[in-house]
């Protein structure tokens, strides 16, 4: 296995990996979800977060997704984890195996090739996921050399997602529910133990006959494990999110933004005032069904010790979410909900 404490030198310029190139947009005037957009540009500005909270309480009162925009990050810091990403699954399967993931322990960092889940009777997926864990000793994974060679612009790209992104979104979460402003921020500190992880996702294009087949399918409608998720921006028109009256609707991927969707965790720590709403990714319109869909996503879950209790707020109170209900998770840590989900 590789040695943790060594890293190829010297890192690789940006020539030395080809720029990935995006598919065009779909010509198809799909039915997209209604989301709000925030402005994190706002965050610093004299009473700009509370502004941001109030937007944010509006537009979750009915679907746990909304999109953010001047996030911190430029579109060529963006375009190159698509390309690390890309260079990833490139890798001869064989390669790839060296860093399989202990799926079968309930692990899930490192990589997961094609084929391991059942989509519906008789058709498994065509997905590979290359999962990085936060770079914290604990956590620390052997990694194929271009993750090594790469580290360092992959690890600031993560912390600035988890400081600059996720820790503006929690405050307002708090400020929504009138708590103190770093209340979720003390149980997501990027240096103590939590399964929060950076993925490089790719969807392999299947044939009209394996569409026909798999109805459509490429992942079955689910919500997920953690706090929240941040989806970058990718042109592939195929995540659907499923609204409160059973429909789904398209999510839009709008330049220079980046998807949220609320998860599990948020969901029980609020008994379900934050919802962590269902979705799925379907095969993409006509126009994009001959290319592979690459995603880039960051999952954020809290620290693994936290008890998934809900959390003591006048707001939940005043809103009738203050009694645990039958599906709360309360005796359950965040790192036990990860491993007991199937």
Same mark, same amino acid.
């Given at each position: 296995m590789a040695d943790l404490t060594q890293f190829p030198a010297p890192t690789p310029t940006e020539s030395d990996i080809p720029t990935y190139n995006q598919a065009p947009e779909t010509a198809f005037d799909l039915d997209w979800a209604d989301l709000a957009t925030l402005d994190l540009a706002l965050f610093d500005q004299p009473g700009g977060k509370e502004q941001l909270a $109030?937007?944010? &309480?509006?537009?979750?009162?009915?679907? %746990?997704?909304f999109y953010i925009t001047n996030f %911190?990050?430029?579109?060529?810091?963006?375009?190159?984890? &698509?390309?690390? %990403?890309?260079e990833i699954f490139k890798l001869p399967i064989e390669e790839k195996l060296k860093f399989r993931a202990e799926l079968e322990k309930g692990g899930y960092n490192g990589y997961k090739p094609i084929g391991l889940q059942e989509i519906i009777p008789g058709v498994r997926d065509k997905t590979e996921i290359y999962n990085i864990p936060k770079f914290i000793p604990a956590l620390e994974l052997p990694q194929p050399d271009i993750v090594?060679?790469?580290? +360092?612009?992959?690890?600031s790209f993560t912390r600035h997602i988890h400081?600059?992104?996720?820790? $503006?979104?929690?405050?307002? &979460?708090?400020?929504?529910?009138?708590? +103190?402003?770093?209340?979720?921020? #003390?149980?997501?500190?990027?240096?103590?133990?939590?399964d929060c992880h950076l993925r490089y996702m790719k969807y392999h294009r299947r044939t009209e006959e394996e569409n026909e #087949?798999?109805?459509?399918?490429?992942? #079955?409608?689910?919500?997920d494990f953690g706090s929240l998720t941040l989806l970058f921006r990718q042109p592939i028109a195929a995540l659907q999110v499923r609204t409160p009256d059973g429909e789904w609707k398209w999510v839009k991927p709008y330049p220079e933004s980046i998807t949220v969707n609320l998860a599990d965790s948020l969901d &029980?720590?609020?008994?379900?005032?934050? $919802?962590?709403?269902?979705h799925r990714v379907v095969a993409p319109p006509p126009d994009q069904r001959n290319v592979d869909r690459l995603g880039v996503l960051y999952f954020v879950r809290p620290e693994d010790n936290l008890e998934?209790? +809900?959390v003591v707020s006048e707001v939940l109170r005043r809103l009738g979410y203050d009694q645990t209900s039958e599906n709360s998770a309360v005796g359950i840590?965040? %790192?036990e909900w990860v491993k007991a989900r199937p």
């Open positions: $109030k937007q944010l &309480f509006e537009a979750i009162q009915n679907i %746990g997704f %911190g990050l430029s579109q060529e810091e963006v375009d190159r984890q &698509f390309s690390i %990403g890309e090594n060679y790469n580290r +360092p612009v992959i690890e400081d600059r992104i996720v820790g $503006k979104l929690l405050t307002l &979460f708090a400020i929504i529910l009138e708590l +103190p402003e770093d209340y979720f921020l #003390k149980v997501h500190r990027y240096n103590e133990r939590s #087949k798999a109805e459509g399918i490429w992942i #079955k409608g689910h919500t &029980f720590l609020t008994n379900g005032f934050l $919802k962590s709403s269902i998934l209790r +809900p840590t965040a %790192g």
